[in-house]
């Protein structure tokens, strides 16, 4: 495929791939393919998300930030790797980075409802803060409704890679998918922050996939291949969706994670906050990520070693500052 050096993410409608005409879905899984083998991100509406749910999710991810660090402190939990709950400021840092990063979040996880399923026993319970009645319904509103988007996304890429539609579907039942609200909180001192401390450093997501609401937002940039640093403008009603290094690695880098960042504002606007709500789509611990054999040719010979996705999760905690050797 000859790449382009694109100046934006391309726009997709999931609409088209769940239409049932098989035209619409054929052009969506190819514009889908394409831009994840390019620039790795894509803008997409009609996701599911309705406006009063996004309304009351940021209605409620704001009441959180602004209790008293504190009261946030008591959902922080260190020894889930911060895999569950709040994870307050500078705790978190890039890869290769020890400077933390100018944000605070909240982590929602999976919740295994068919009791069948001994998976459910893999996962640390979620933690609901009581400051915030409606916290625990929008929140795991969203998460229900990205993960059926982000299904249906791997399904659109499991045809683009001539892989049975359903390939990912068994992978990502009951996955360790995680809803992350985050505020960049305000800096009142700009000065009073170490010099080389940003909102989010770059960094490639661990993930499968990530579907995030809030691009909309003044901040966002990817990294293109020539370097250049491309701002992301999302419209309200679309969220960003990209390729994690867990699916690049499944595909031997033929689809692209993309490094990304999110800047600072100017100096005299430091003292605003930013909000956003990604969603990362994780498989269940269990499944492999070595190469899949149609992504290693002659001319792309395997890149890396044969690695399970709850191995690789474990290895990025460590090295995000979240988990202890
Ligand atoms: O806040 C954003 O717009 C992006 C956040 C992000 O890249 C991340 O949390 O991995
Ligand atoms: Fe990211």
Same mark, same amino acid.
């Given at each position: 495929?000859?790449?382009?050096?694109?100046?934006?993410?391309?726009? *997709?409608?999931?609409?088209?791939?769940?239409? #049932?005409?098989?035209?619409?879905?054929?052009?969506?899984?190819?514009?889908?393919?394409?831009?994840?083998? &390019?620039?790795?991100?894509?803008?997409?509406? &009609?996701?599911?998300?309705?406006?009063?749910?996004?309304?009351?999710?940021?209605?409620?991810?704001?009441?959180?930030? @602004?209790?008293?660090?504190?009261?946030?402190?008591?959902? /922080?939990?260190?020894? !889930?790797?911060?895999?569950?709950?709040?994870?307050?400021?500078?705790?978190?840092?890039?890869?290769?980075?020890?400077?933390?990063?100018?944000?605070?979040?909240?982590?929602?996880?999976?919740?295994?409802?068919?009791?069948?399923?001994?998976?459910?026993?893999?996962?640390?319970?979620?933690?609901?803060? =009581?400051?915030?009645?409606?916290?625990?319904?929008?929140?795991?509103?969203?998460?229900?409704? !990205?993960?059926?988007?982000? %299904?249906?996304?791997?399904?659109?890429?499991?045809?683009? *890679?001539?892989? +049975?539609?359903?390939?990912?579907?068994?992978?990502?039942?009951? #996955? &360790?998918?995680? !809803?992350?609200?985050?505020?960049?909180?305000?800096?009142?001192?700009?000065?009073?922050? +170490?010099?080389?401390?940003?909102?989010?450093?770059?960094? #490639?997501?661990?993930?499968?996939?990530?579907?995030?609401?809030?691009?909309?937002?003044?901040?966002?940039?990817?990294?293109?291949?020539?370097? %250049?640093?491309?701002?992301?403008?999302?419209?309200?009603?679309?969220?960003?969706?990209?390729? #994690?290094?867990?699916?690049?690695?499944?595909?031997?880098?033929? !689809?692209? =994670?993309?490094?990304?960042?999110?800047?600072?504002?100017?100096?005299?606007?430091?003292?605003? @906050?930013?909000?956003?709500? +990604?969603?990362?789509?994780? +498989?269940?611990?269990?499944?492999? *990520?070595?190469?899949?054999? &149609?992504?290693?040719?002659?001319?792309?010979? %395997?890149? /890396?070693?044969?690695?399970?996705?709850?191995?690789?999760?474990? /290895?990025?905690?460590?090295?995000?500052?979240?988990?202890? %050797?």
């Amino acid at each position: 495929m000859e790449e382009k050096l694109l100046d934006e993410i391309p726009s *997709l409608d999931l609409a088209d791939f769940r239409s #049932g005409d098989p035209e619409r879905k054929a052009r969506f899984v190819q514009q889908l393919g394409e831009a994840y083998q &390019n620039i790795g991100f894509v803008a997409l509406k &009609n996701h599911g998300l309705t406006d009063e749910q996004t309304q009351a999710l940021y209605a409620d991810v704001k009441s959180f930030f @602004s209790l008293p660090d504190d009261v946030k402190q008591q959902y /922080e939990k260190p020894e !889930l790797a911060g895999q569950r709950g709040y994870v307050s400021k500078g705790k978190e840092h890039a890869k290769g980075r020890n400077t933390g990063d100018l944000k605070e979040f909240y982590h929602v996880g999976q919740e295994v409802e068919d009791n069948t399923d001994p998976i459910g026993k893999e996962y640390p319970a979620n933690i609901w803060p =009581s400051e915030v009645e409606g916290f625990h319904k929008s929140t795991f509103t969203t998460y229900r409704t !990205l993960e059926a988007a982000g %299904k249906d996304v791997l399904r659109a890429i499991a045809l683009y *890679l001539k892989l +049975p539609e359903t390939y990912f579907d068994d992978k990502v039942r009951n #996955g &360790n998918s995680i !809803l992350r609200p985050i505020h960049y909180f305000p800096i009142e001192d700009p000065d009073a922050v +170490p010099a080389d401390a940003v909102r989010a450093a770059e960094h #490639g997501d661990i993930n499968l996939i990530t579907l995030l609401m809030g691009a909309s937002a003044d901040g966002l940039q990817v990294k293109r291949r020539d370097d %250049k640093w491309i701002p992301i403008t999302a419209l309200p009603d679309q969220i960003v969706v990209n390729v #994690g290094d867990m699916l690049q690695r499944l595909t031997n880098g033929v !689809l692209k =994670s993309t490094i990304h960042r999110v800047v600072n504002p100017a100096r005299e606007k430091m003292n605003s @906050s930013r909000f956003s709500v +990604p969603f990362f789509m994780h +498989p269940r611990s269990e499944m492999s *990520l070595a190469a899949l054999e &149609n992504c290693v040719t002659a001319e792309n010979p %395997k890149k /890396e070693a044969d690695i399970t996705a709850g191995e690789f999760l474990n /290895e990025r905690l460590i090295e995000l500052g979240l988990k202890k %050797k």
